[in-house]
């Protein structure tokens, strides 16, 4: 499992070289990204996590996932308003 924030660069991310030793051709590896609501909206650093998000750039078999928790103020809400 290579977990990666979106806080930080993509590029500096050293557990995917450490899941490409083990898994060199991404078969068993799944990728989580976390924390994408500390992206700014439409901003360069946003649109560098679009490839990884979307498979293109490192790629798993398991493919990319993303995470995010709720926030103080989204605590409270249920899963329907969440949604809505």
């Known amino acids: 499992m ?3 924030s979106a806080k ?3 590029a500096n991310q050293i557990i ?3 899941c ?3 898994d060199p051709k991404g078969n068993r590896t799944i990728g989580i ?3 994408p ?3 700014e909206p439409d901003s360069e650093n946003e649109a560098s996590w679009i490839e990884p998000a979307e498979n293109k750039d490192t790629f ?3 493919g990319w996932h993303i995470l ?3 926030s103080d103020k989204e605590a409270s809400k249920s899963s329907a308003e969440r949604n809505a």
């Open 2 to 4: 290579a977990v990666v």
């Open 8 to 10: 930080n660069d993509y």
């Open 16 to 18: 995917l070289k450490k």
């Open 20 to 22: 490409r030793d083990n």
């Open 33 to 35: 990204i976390t924390k």
């Open 37 to 39: 609501d500390f992206l």
């Open 60 to 62: 798993f078999e398991l």
């Open 68 to 70: 995010k928790n709720r």
